[in-house]
């Protein structure tokens, strides 16, 4: 962090209370059903999640690490391969260095443009609007979120100022937080990518590989509650908010550069690569796991797959270029800041559900009270409340790394299949833009100062997610329970 203080705190006292909570809190006597182990670990994870809060994403996740091996948690050995190490981080490096492809080859704005230029949506200004949020979603899943949602707030803004739509109104304000909302689903749409990934990895780790998320099922699951939820935030602008689109009632095509639904021979074969990994991937998750091709993919991996495509697109040369230049592509696109929370994590996360830490015991007899009696369907519906409050202020991938071995224990406990609630609450952390806290996505939003005025976020914004949380659980529910 460059700045002297956060808030009015000197980051000096931060950094002096995430060491002290992670090296201190594991000399208190044990409490609950922890053990000494136990009380190590609640307090390396209480510091790392401080310091990664207050101070900054990576160095409190590399003191984590150290700190795991000096307080004597794991061998050196444990720590290193459950987390950084592990089969997890290599295949988000991988698809940081493939997504970052995408990104060059500007495959990104290639999808926008063509969802905005069809027919459907030409005199429909509401219709027009989902297209715009539902294409962030699928242009960012499929390439990159963070550009597809840039792409977007750029169309959005040529828009208003087409028709004459000033800054600060409802319209654009209500826009730039739903194609957010619509950058922060294409980050939940794939178990091997992002949030879903970290998630998935460490149920896979605490149950030793025999139980995860399908991966195509999953995908289908997120596509379509998004594409539900988005449909009621629209139908929320449009009669609760009451925002009139009169002047927006001839809207076509007009905005978008058509150069961009032009693709080169490069693009093409990039774009080709695209459908190649996903057929691959959604393939994996839809092949019977009994089966015999089934038993083949899970033996090799998820990791691979992309090696493969990579090491092909390295040597697909195009007008005397690779189309993967490997060491620009790494330079470029691995966020070493999210590689070192997800590693540190799951190291963590794993050493406290599989160690002697008394971990699952304590979250039992604390929460056993609340839940015991009530059902899996009651447990889904708090854990969702729960998550949603939280990763609006912290980090969405804590709050989904936290809730992963409660919803196993409760599952053990309580004798019910946690695919259900685990891709509810995957979905639900992504809910995550009413402060500037919670979420990358949510900083770039509550920074468009020239568009959106934050007090207008907040009342809106809110207003949105109850709605989209009611809509998510009342269809969401039943779906989970249906497909998996």
């Known amino acids: 962090m460059s700045s002297e203080k956060t808030g009015r705190i000197p980051i000096g006292v931060h950094i002096i209370l995430t060491i002290v909570l992670m090296f201190g809190i594991g000399f208190l006597p044990p409490v609950s059903a922890l053990t000494v182990s136990g009380m190590k670990i ?22 984590a690490m150290v700190a795991m091996g000096v307080l004597g948690v794991a061998p050196v050995g444990t720590i290193l391969s459950s987390g950084m190490g592990s089969d997890s981080i290599m295949l988000m490096i991988f698809f940081f260095i493939f997504v970052a492809v995408l990104d060059q080859n500007k495959i990104t704005e290639f999808l926008a443009s063509w969802m905005i230029t069809r027919k459907v949506v030409k005199g429909r200004p509401w219709l027009f609007s989902y297209i715009m949020i539902i294409g962030t979603m699928f242009a960012g899943a499929i390439g990159s979120s963070y550009p597809a949602m840039i792409v977007f707030w750029g169309i959005l803004i040529s828009v208003c100022h ?71 935030y629209i139908l929320l602008c449009k009669y609760l ?7 927006m009632s001839n809207i076509d095509d007009s905005v978008i550069d058509k150069s961009n639904l032009t693709l080169n021979k490069r693009q093409k074969i990039t774009f080709a690569y695209v459908l190649l990994v996903l057929v691959i991937y959604c393939g994996m998750g839809f092949t019977p796991s009994q089966s015999a091709l089934g038993q083949y993919f899970a033996n ?19 007008d005397g270029k690779p189309i993967l230049d490997l060491p620009k592509a790494a330079t470029q696109g691995v966020v070493w800041d999210t590689i070192l929370l997800s590693g540190a994590l799951l190291a963590l996360s794993m050493i406290m559900m599989t160690a002697d830490t008394g971990v699952s015991e304590s979250i039992l007899a604390l929460l056993g009270p609340v839940f015991n009696g009530k059902g899996p369907i009651f447990m889904c519906i708090i854990i969702v409340l729960v998550a949603v409050v ?66 207008d976020l907040y009342k809106y914004g809110a207003v949105a997610c109850v709605g989209m949380v009611i809509v998510f659980l009342i269809v969401g529910i039943p779906l989970s329970q249906l497909l998996f």
């Not at 194609?179 to 780790?205: C, D, E, H, K, Y």
């Not at 709050?399 to 979905?427: K, N, R």
């Open 42 to 63: 609640l307090g390396i994870l209480v510091g790392t999640i401080y310091g990664v809060t207050f101070c900054a994403p990576a160095w409190p996740c590399l003191l």
């Open 162 to 232: 087409m028709y004459d739509i000033k800054p600060f109104t409802k319209y654009p304000t209500v826009m730039f937080v739903g194609i957010t909302i619509g950058g922060l689903a294409s980050s939940s749409t794939w178990l091997f990518r992002g949030n879903p990934l970290f998630v998935n990895a460490m149920l896979m780790q605490i149950i030793e590989g025999k139980l995860s998320l399908n991966f195509g099922i999953y995908a289908f699951f997120s596509f379509a509650m998004w594409m539900v939820v988005i449909a009621g």
């Open 241 to 247: 908010f009451r925002i009139d689109l009169g002047k």
């Open 300 to 318: 090799l991996g998820v990791t691979l797959p992309i090696c493969l495509i990579l090491a092909l697109m390295s040597i697909t040369i195009i």
């Open 390 to 455: 939280l990763t609006n202020f912290m980090a969405n991938t804590t709050v989904g790394l936290m809730f992963t071995p409660v919803i196993y224990s409760f599952s053990q406990s309580m004798g019910f299949d946690p695919m259900p609630l685990m891709a509810m609450m995957l979905v639900s952390i992504h809910i995550a833009y009413l402060t500037p806290a919670a979420s990358p996505f949510a900083s770039l939003l509550f920074g468009n100062s020239g568009w959106v005025k934050a007090n």
